[in-house]
Protein backbone atom coordinates (compact mmCIF):
# COMPACT_ATOMS: atom_id res chain seq x y z
CA UNK A 1 0.00 0.00 0.00
CA UNK A 2 2.63 2.44 1.52
CA UNK A 3 4.74 1.42 -2.08
CA UNK A 4 1.94 2.22 -4.11
CA UNK A 5 1.17 5.26 -2.60
CA UNK A 6 5.07 6.25 -3.21
CA UNK A 7 4.56 5.44 -7.20
CA UNK A 8 1.42 7.72 -6.98
CA UNK A 9 3.07 10.50 -6.20
CA UNK A 10 5.81 10.23 -8.12
CA UNK A 11 3.79 9.68 -10.91
CA UNK A 12 1.93 12.95 -10.13
CA UNK A 13 4.86 14.63 -9.84
CA UNK A 14 6.41 13.95 -13.35
CA UNK A 15 3.03 14.84 -14.66
CA UNK A 16 3.83 18.43 -13.45
CA UNK A 17 7.05 18.55 -14.62
CA UNK A 18 5.89 17.60 -17.61
CA UNK A 19 2.62 18.89 -18.42
CA UNK A 20 3.70 22.47 -19.40
CA UNK A 21 6.88 20.95 -21.98
CA UNK A 22 3.99 18.79 -23.41
CA UNK A 23 1.70 21.58 -24.02
CA UNK A 24 4.38 23.83 -25.40
CA UNK A 25 5.53 21.33 -27.91
CA UNK A 26 2.49 19.99 -28.92
CA UNK A 27 0.46 21.86 -31.89
CA UNK A 28 -3.21 22.48 -31.13
CA UNK A 29 -3.84 21.02 -34.76
CA UNK A 30 -1.56 18.26 -35.71
CA UNK A 31 -3.46 18.02 -39.22
CA UNK A 32 -2.91 21.47 -40.49
CA UNK A 33 0.32 24.23 -40.35
CA UNK A 34 0.76 27.32 -41.92
CA UNK A 35 3.21 27.54 -45.19
CA UNK A 36 4.78 29.90 -47.07
CA UNK A 37 3.86 29.83 -50.57
CA UNK A 38 7.62 29.87 -51.72
CA UNK A 39 7.64 26.28 -49.78
CA UNK A 40 5.52 25.06 -52.41
CA UNK A 41 7.86 26.04 -55.22
CA UNK A 42 5.16 28.84 -56.02
CA UNK A 43 6.51 31.95 -57.53
CA UNK A 44 4.73 35.05 -59.47
CA UNK A 45 0.94 34.20 -60.61
CA UNK A 46 0.53 34.28 -64.18
CA UNK A 47 -2.18 34.79 -66.37
CA UNK A 48 -2.50 32.85 -69.32
CA UNK A 49 -4.80 32.80 -72.23
CA UNK A 50 -5.68 29.16 -73.90
CA UNK A 51 -7.61 28.65 -77.67
CA UNK A 52 -8.55 25.74 -78.71
CA UNK A 53 -11.42 23.52 -80.57
CA UNK A 54 -13.83 21.27 -78.95
CA UNK A 55 -14.86 18.40 -81.13
CA UNK A 56 -18.25 16.43 -80.22
CA UNK A 57 -19.01 13.45 -82.09
CA UNK A 58 -22.42 12.10 -80.93
CA UNK A 59 -22.87 10.49 -84.01
CA UNK A 60 -21.41 7.68 -86.17
CA UNK A 61 -19.44 4.60 -85.34
CA UNK A 62 -16.99 6.20 -82.76
CA UNK A 63 -18.87 8.94 -81.14
CA UNK A 64 -16.68 10.66 -78.34
CA UNK A 65 -19.73 11.69 -76.29
CA UNK A 66 -21.81 8.98 -75.46
CA UNK A 67 -25.59 9.55 -73.25
CA UNK A 68 -25.42 7.09 -69.95
CA UNK A 69 -28.95 8.70 -68.47
CA UNK A 70 -31.89 10.05 -69.08
CA UNK A 71 -35.18 10.85 -67.30
CA UNK A 72 -37.54 7.63 -66.63
CA UNK A 73 -40.61 9.59 -68.43
CA UNK A 74 -42.88 8.61 -70.88
CA UNK A 75 -42.77 11.73 -72.17
CA UNK A 76 -39.85 13.12 -73.84
CA UNK A 77 -38.72 16.43 -72.75
CA UNK A 78 -38.24 19.10 -75.62
CA UNK A 79 -34.89 19.80 -73.71
CA UNK A 80 -33.43 16.24 -73.31
CA UNK A 81 -33.98 17.32 -69.12
CA UNK A 82 -32.27 14.29 -67.29
CA UNK A 83 -30.04 13.19 -70.24
CA UNK A 84 -26.18 12.79 -68.98
CA UNK A 85 -23.92 12.20 -71.51
CA UNK A 86 -20.18 11.20 -70.85
CA UNK A 87 -17.87 12.68 -72.99
CA UNK A 88 -13.82 11.91 -74.25
CA UNK A 89 -13.69 15.13 -77.03
CA UNK A 90 -10.59 15.67 -78.80
CA UNK A 91 -8.92 19.44 -78.32
CA UNK A 92 -7.36 20.83 -81.60
CA UNK A 93 -5.88 23.69 -82.38
CA UNK A 94 -7.93 24.64 -85.57
CA UNK A 95 -11.50 23.68 -86.48
CA UNK A 96 -10.18 20.66 -88.54
CA UNK A 97 -10.49 17.56 -86.08
CA UNK A 98 -7.64 16.09 -88.18
CA UNK A 99 -5.13 19.13 -86.89
CA UNK A 100 -2.82 19.04 -84.25
CA UNK A 101 -4.49 17.44 -80.79
CA UNK A 102 -3.64 19.46 -77.54
CA UNK A 103 -5.92 17.54 -75.06
CA UNK A 104 -9.13 15.86 -74.38
CA UNK A 105 -11.98 17.25 -72.65
CA UNK A 106 -13.60 14.23 -69.89
CA UNK A 107 -16.23 14.60 -68.08
CA UNK A 108 -19.75 14.87 -68.43
CA UNK A 109 -22.86 17.19 -69.12
CA UNK A 110 -25.77 16.80 -68.32
CA UNK A 111 -29.28 18.56 -69.58
CA UNK A 112 -30.28 20.86 -66.55
CA UNK A 113 -32.90 23.17 -67.68
CA UNK A 114 -37.05 22.17 -68.66
CA UNK A 115 -36.88 25.47 -70.55
CA UNK A 116 -34.18 25.73 -72.88
CA UNK A 117 -31.11 23.06 -73.75
CA UNK A 118 -28.67 24.05 -71.09
CA UNK A 119 -25.97 21.92 -69.87
CA UNK A 120 -24.51 21.09 -66.66
CA UNK A 121 -20.91 21.22 -67.40
CA UNK A 122 -18.34 18.74 -65.02
CA UNK A 123 -14.97 18.15 -67.52
CA UNK A 124 -11.78 18.27 -67.23
CA UNK A 125 -9.46 19.52 -69.95
CA UNK A 126 -6.60 17.26 -69.67
CA UNK A 127 -3.82 18.41 -71.83
CA UNK A 128 -1.06 16.34 -73.77
CA UNK A 129 0.78 18.94 -75.26
CA UNK A 130 4.08 20.74 -74.50
CA UNK A 131 4.52 22.25 -71.05
CA UNK A 132 1.35 21.85 -70.39
CA UNK A 133 1.33 17.84 -71.10
CA UNK A 134 -0.54 16.27 -68.49
CA UNK A 135 -1.89 19.15 -66.57
CA UNK A 136 -5.47 19.91 -66.15
CA UNK A 137 -8.17 22.25 -65.89
CA UNK A 138 -11.80 21.71 -64.12
CA UNK A 139 -14.18 23.40 -65.63
CA UNK A 140 -17.93 23.45 -63.33
CA UNK A 141 -20.62 25.68 -65.32
CA UNK A 142 -23.80 26.14 -67.20
CA UNK A 143 -24.05 25.65 -70.92
CA UNK A 144 -26.79 27.14 -72.65
CA UNK A 145 -25.68 25.85 -75.86
CA UNK A 146 -28.01 27.78 -78.22
CA UNK A 147 -26.38 31.22 -76.65
CA UNK A 148 -24.00 32.94 -79.13
CA UNK A 149 -21.21 32.75 -76.04
CA UNK A 150 -21.20 30.56 -73.03
CA UNK A 151 -19.21 31.52 -69.67
CA UNK A 152 -18.22 28.97 -67.64
CA UNK A 153 -15.58 29.05 -64.74
CA UNK A 154 -12.35 27.31 -64.67
CA UNK A 155 -12.73 26.26 -60.46
CA UNK A 156 -9.10 24.62 -59.86
CA UNK A 157 -6.12 22.46 -61.99
CA UNK A 158 -3.39 20.42 -61.79
CA UNK A 159 0.26 20.03 -62.40
CA UNK A 160 1.43 23.82 -63.93
CA UNK A 161 -1.80 24.61 -63.02
CA UNK A 162 -2.08 24.19 -59.64
CA UNK A 163 -4.22 27.07 -57.82
CA UNK A 164 -5.76 27.51 -61.34
CA UNK A 165 -9.15 30.32 -61.50
CA UNK A 166 -10.65 31.68 -64.17
CA UNK A 167 -13.46 31.12 -66.63
CA UNK A 168 -14.04 29.81 -70.39
CA UNK A 169 -15.86 31.36 -72.87
CA UNK A 170 -17.26 28.92 -75.55
CA UNK A 171 -18.55 29.70 -78.95
CA UNK A 172 -19.93 27.00 -81.01
CA UNK A 173 -18.07 27.39 -84.43
CA UNK A 174 -20.64 24.69 -86.63
CA UNK A 175 -22.86 22.38 -85.28
CA UNK A 176 -24.70 19.54 -87.67
CA UNK A 177 -28.91 20.21 -85.92
CA UNK A 178 -29.42 16.38 -87.84
CA UNK A 179 -26.44 14.46 -85.82
CA UNK A 180 -25.93 16.85 -83.06
CA UNK A 181 -21.98 16.59 -84.10
CA UNK A 182 -21.00 20.41 -82.91
CA UNK A 183 -17.49 21.93 -83.03
CA UNK A 184 -16.90 24.62 -80.74
CA UNK A 185 -13.86 27.41 -79.84
CA UNK A 186 -12.90 27.50 -76.32
CA UNK A 187 -10.99 30.87 -75.11
CA UNK A 188 -9.87 29.53 -71.96
CA UNK A 189 -8.66 32.83 -69.11
CA UNK A 190 -6.61 31.34 -66.17
CA UNK A 191 -4.66 32.85 -63.46
CA UNK A 192 -2.00 29.90 -62.09
CA UNK A 193 1.38 29.99 -60.62
C1 LIG B 1 -47.61 14.04 -71.95
O1 LIG B 1 -47.87 14.63 -73.22
C2 LIG B 1 -49.24 14.68 -73.56
C3 LIG B 1 -49.35 15.22 -74.98
O2 LIG B 1 -48.57 16.38 -75.19
C4 LIG B 1 -50.00 15.54 -72.54
O3 LIG B 1 -51.37 15.57 -72.84
C5 LIG B 1 -49.79 14.95 -71.15
O4 LIG B 1 -50.37 15.80 -70.18
C6 LIG B 1 -48.28 14.81 -70.85
N1 LIG B 1 -48.10 14.13 -69.58
C7 LIG B 1 -47.26 14.58 -68.63
C8 LIG B 1 -47.18 13.75 -67.40
O5 LIG B 1 -46.60 15.62 -68.76
C1 LIG C 1 3.24 13.68 -72.64
O1 LIG C 1 3.52 12.95 -71.48
C2 LIG C 1 3.37 11.56 -71.63
C3 LIG C 1 3.53 10.92 -70.26
O2 LIG C 1 4.64 11.41 -69.59
C4 LIG C 1 4.37 11.04 -72.65
O3 LIG C 1 4.22 9.66 -72.84
C5 LIG C 1 4.12 11.76 -73.97
O4 LIG C 1 5.09 11.38 -74.93
C6 LIG C 1 4.14 13.27 -73.77
N1 LIG C 1 3.72 13.90 -75.00
C7 LIG C 1 4.34 14.97 -75.52
C8 LIG C 1 3.80 15.48 -76.79
O5 LIG C 1 5.30 15.50 -74.98
Redesign the pocket.
Known amino acids: MARTLTEVLIFLLLSFILLPITLATARPNTFSRNLSPKKLGLKREKLSHLHFYFHDTVSGKNPTAVPVAQAATTNKSSTSFGQVVMIDDPLTVKPEVSSKQVGRAQGIYASASQSEVSFLMVLNLFF???KY??STLSILGRNSIFSGIREMPIVGGSGLFRFARGYTQAKTYTVNLKTNDAVVEYNVYVFHY
Request: glycine fraction near 40%; aromatic fraction near 0%; hydrophobic fraction near 0%.
Open positions: TEGNG
